[in-house]
Every structure is written in structure tokens, then in C-alpha cells.
């Protein structure tokens, strides 16, 4: 995202901004210099300096794959999701998981947001949003087996 300043004339101010808790690697430039500051994720991101009208600042927010645990009771039933969006996998409730890193053995279909194992041509995943009807079948949330 590309935000451009627009002031009257050379103001300090705070720029603020919400880093996700789903976000690792944020990061900030102001033209095109980059900016130190804190970039927890779940946490508020600030940049302080004398703003000037037409400065651009670029903020990336990186949405990486990444197994989502259901909740802390549960750490080994976990969603697959892209940033804030969850994955459902088409026309099966289970999945091989091969590794917390899910990038490692997913790949893109060539449509956007939507995946599908690597080893397997079926069982594709997409965006719970996409899912239209719902008699197709769909698994949102699988177990991780401990080896």
C-alpha cells in the first residue's frame, strides 16, 4: 500500500499503522528510504518525523501460507490461511500435512488464493468465501499428526 501526504506545509506528526498478528517481515520505506521502527505483529507501528506534501510512504504487509491452530487448547488442529483468509480444501476433509511450513508443500494453481498440494492434482484449495455450495464438501480445519 501507497499512501501519499498531503499537507499545507512541513508538519511533524505520528503515521500510524496496525501491523496483523498474521504478519511477519513488515515493513515500511518513506520515499523509498527505509524506516527503523518496531514492526511486532499484532502491535501498532509508528512513524514520527516532519512530514512534507507529496512524501510516499509504502507500507508492506507480507500474507504469508501458514497452518492456524484452532485454538491454544487444540495446537494440532490447525486451518491453512493466507493472511486473514482461510483456505478450505475442496472435496476432502483430510490432508497429509508435510511440515509446519505449508509454502514448502503447496503450490499455486495460477489463480489467486487458490493452492493445492504439491504430490496431489486434487483436493484444491481456495478462500472459505469462494465456496458456494456447500453440498460439494470442503474440510476447513485438519490434524497434524506427531511423528
Known amino acids: 500500500t ?5 499537507t499545507g ?3 511533524p506528526f505520528n503515521l500510524h499503522f496496525r501491523v496483523p498478528t498474521w504478519c511477519n517481515g513488515a515493513s515500511a520505506t518513506v520515499n523509498g528510504s527505509s524506516v527503523k521502527t518496531s ?6 507501528a509508528s512513524i514520527h518525523r516532519v512530514w512534507n506534501a507529496g512524501d510516499t510512504v ?8 501458514r497452518l492456524s491452530p484452532v485454538d491454544k487448547q487444540h495446537p ?3 486451518a491453512v490461511t493466507k493472511g486473514a483468509v482461510v483456505l478450505v480444501r475442496l472435496h476432502s476433509t483430510t490432508m497429509p500435512v508435510h511440515g509446519s511450513d505449508p509454502s514448502s508443500w503447496m503450490q ?3 489463480r489467486p488464493l487458490e493452492y493445492r498440494v504439491k504430490p496431489q492434482p486434487a483436493g484444491e484449495f481456495l478462500p472459505f468465501y469462494k ?3 456447500i ?5 476447513m480445519y485438519f490434524d497434524i499428526d506427531e511423528e
Open 9 to 11: 506545509s512541513s508538519e
Open 76 to 78: 494440532n488442529r490447525v
Open 2 to 6: 501507497t499512501l501519499t501526504i498531503a
Open 58 to 65: 509504502t507500507i508492506r504487509i507480507p500474507s504469508d501460507l
Open 131 to 133: 465456496v458456494k455450495d
Open 135 to 139: 453440498t460439494t464438501g470442503y474440510g
Open 108 to 110: 499455486s494453481s495460477g
Open 39 to 44: 514492526y511486532r505483529p499484532g502491535a501498532w
